[in-house]
């Protein structure tokens, strides 16, 4: 039977806070349903204080041990459970990981070192060494390297090939070389493979380290091999192009399913989306105080709000977009202050037909997908993008740029012979006036009912679930 063990600092729905969760808490599942019982699946993460008491309450030590990183003795425990099949370990320090929220602090370096040290102690105490360790972004880095540079040669460890995933490469790992042996524990024998740039770089080494090197998706793979995508990476990434590949994610469409979601006010599927969606939209306009009219088009933008998710471009069409088009704009999300400024002023120029909702909320996301009927994410880059994949689940035609994984998702509207192909809206240059142009087509198909009522069916029936990806993972693994 294959062993996999998956190395990540976050999952669902224990602790997370973006996609490295939401991939982490779905693939490793998908993988084990879909070889039927023949792979073991074990994921490894750090036990955050947000970890709840649910959880905690289904959790059985495993084992006690202490990790050496350079001069410390730290306190190791592990503790697991088992949920859809696969089994998830957690590393318990308190003094590392009992925090509020789970990055930004000034020792993040010394936590994850740790951490990555921690999973390769815990190998031997509760024996078991995968086939495959899948490490994901910069905090589980040092797992490839520790596993290269000091376990490879002890029994147990000789045979287990890596993968590195980037899910975003613009979160390296990046320290002053003055730590390197006090907080990595590393000696001057590795200077040259943890250096890039003048500084220790986690995910450069990582890349070097490892059997293979994936992404989020195809095209992200591509990208990330030139200056404008990889933030510096790419002569590396270029170097180690014989071992890189994209891999599109999926989504959990237990979680988001709108015939069945709870979070929605009214059920629906792509047989009754015209009226569920009509019900969700004037809930959700009578909740915030915007008209209640089932038949304005409502077009939703849930995004961290940031330069690089192409806010810039809505900020220049978006007073012309609610002056010139009878339309209601939703904006979820938070961000740098300048976005949120603007999405606040907006709405107070235009009450009627703004609502700017600067906060977090993962039910208000689904209640907002299941009624909007046309999402907009114009991403300046996008390693793969979940939020365009959960939107055309909820019937909300797609309006995005051509980058990363929503050029790999999304394929833009045209009628070939009488039928209708592609699923969504796309556009390449990074150009407001392009964004606009693509917006108001989607809101001509919109008023076409019976040309969106296709349209959206179609868009609905898109395979973005995880079964996909999860195949493609195991030929990688194969393939190892």
Known sequence: MKKILFVGAETMPFAATGGLGDVMGSLPAAIKAKEKGEVDVRVVMPLYSMVSEKWREQMTDEAVFTVQLSWRNQYCGVKSLVKDGVKYYFIDNEYYF????????????????YFCKAVMEMLAHIDFYPDV??????????????????????EGYDGIKTVFTIHNIEYQGKYDFSILGDVFDLGPEHYSLMKYDDCINLMKAAVECADHVSTVSPKYAEEIRGWEYSHGLYHILDRNSYKLSGILN???????????????VKNFDRRSFVKGKAENKMALQREYGLPERADVPMIAIISRLATHKGLDLVQDIAYKLVQENDVQLVVLGKGEKKYEDFFCELEKNHPDKVKALMLYDRDLSKRIYASADIFVMPSKSEPCGLSQMIASRYGAIPVVRETGGLYDSIKGYWICDGEICGNGFTFANYSSDELYDRICAALA??????????FASKIMGTD?????????????????
Do not use: C
């Not at 973005?464 to 190892?480: G, N, Q, R, T």
């Open 464 to 480: 973005f679930s995880w079964e996909v990806s999860a195949a493609k993972y195991m030929e990688m693994y194969d393939l190892l």
């Open 133 to 154: 360790l899948h490490a994901n972004d910069w905090q589980s880095a040092m797992s490839v390297v520790y596993l290269n540079t000091k376990y490879r040669y002890r």
């Open 250 to 264: 999926g989504i959990d469409y237990d979680y988001y399913n709108p015939s069945k979601d709870t979070a929605i």
């Open 445 to 454: 198909v919109y008023a076409d009912k019976p040309q969106y009522k296709k």
């Open 98 to 113: 009992a925090r509020e929220g789970l990055y930004g602090f000034f020792d993040d370096g010394e936590r994850y070192a």
